[in-house]
């Protein structure tokens, strides 16, 4: 949902339309997409690998009684048809719910935000801290109880992440915001798997009418846009909170109220006071579209490149332009004429109304003319078959 908080001027130009909060928004969004994306294909050619390993000691000891399997199903959730369909009524179950009780219940959303938003931006900060640690670091893992075991990457990329919310909460800076929306759309991105066009058309047309309805029309059941209200409205410290129960002074009983990390909001270096919005549901839904399609574009190639597999090179051009290209060019397109919708009518939009015609056609049209539709629509991948362990370039 692009939007503005404040708006200044009248006339739709190029100047506004290159305005420093249009281009972060356009430059983060496009960059999480792409990362969670090929952060994805990572996670699911490293399965893959340890899957051969584990096949082949299972080979050289047959009484081994350990399971192979796809063991990445437990971390990883695929959405199927059904839950594509009731996936937009229950994201207008739980805006209604933080419409109408916000106020009594925002210190329990404040605080549920700032856990899931912590192991969030600790996935996000992973590999770097795996880089840094890799010198000094053999992978080994320490055992914490029920907890469970960890790496030392993993224990620094979380008191990282720890430390990071508890400066957030006792700020509230818009940044620090950002900074975890950017660390809860790359885990959704990464956790989060569509298994066909199927589903993926389903899912984004519900979330499209979904989006439009509580942005277009909801302000006319609730005498209110419930969308905007709910997306910009602050949430009561729960730091604050505990030191007013407790009695307590000083800087915790003045803790901020806190703008949930529901969105990524970037200020204008042009007008002061001027932020433009944008929905983490409008990167994470065309996101996971462009996951899917940059794992079938490596599935491909894997078949492609494969001696086994008998099937010609690309003869054009056009063969070799990838489906993840063309819906991230779509994305870029549908985002930039949700911008523009936003600063002619002067009000707040749908992005997903032009996010997701931008982003689906385009692949539907290109997979038809490939001959991919039929098998992209119900069984992209083979069962048996693998991606490959050097990823395609973008």
Known sequence: MPSDVEWQGSDLTIYSLMDSSRISTFCIS??????????????????????????KEREKNPLDPSPLGNSNEQNVQTIDSTQAMFLPVGASVSLLIMFFFFDSMQT??????????????????????????????????????????????EIISFALSFCLVCVWVMTGHWLLMDALGMGLCVAFIAF???????????????????????????????????????????ADNPVGAM?????????????????LPGKLVFPSTHNAGHFSMLGLGDIVMPGLLL?????????????LISAEAG??????????????????????????????????FRAAQPALLYLVPFTLLPLLLMAYMKGDLRRMWSEPFIASGSLPSKLIGV
């Open 192 to 234: 989060v798997r569509l298994p066909s066009l199927k589903v993926s058309t389903l899912l984004l047309t519900g979330l499209l009418i979904y989006d439009v309805f509580w942005v277009f029309f909801s302000s006319y059941i609730f005498n209110a846009n419930v969308m905007v209200k709910v997306a910009t409205r602050p």
């Open 291 to 303: 996951c899917f399609v940059l794992r079938y574009d490596a599935y491909k190639r894997a078949q």
């Open 30 to 55: 496009i960059l999480l997409i792409v990362y969670g994306s090929f952060r994805s294909l990572n996670m699911e050619n490293e399965q893959k690998e340890r899957d051969k390993e584990k096949e």
């Open 108 to 153: 329990v959303f404040a605080t549920c935000t700032a856990l899931i938003a912590t192991v969030a931006f600790a996935f996000l900060l992973l590999p770097m801290c795996q880089y840094l640690v890799r010198p000094c670091s053999d992978g080994t893992k320490m055992s914490f109880g029920c907890c469970g075991r960890f790496t030392s990457a």
């Open 311 to 344: 099937l010609p090179p690309p003869v054009s051009n056009f063969s070799k332009v990838t489906y993840f290209h063309c819906s991230l060019i779509g994305y870029f397109l549908g985002l930039l004429t949700a911008t523009v919708s936003s600063e002619f």
């Open 243 to 259: 030191a007013r129960r407790l009695h307590l002074g000083g800087i915790m009983k003045e803790a901020p109220k806190l703008s």
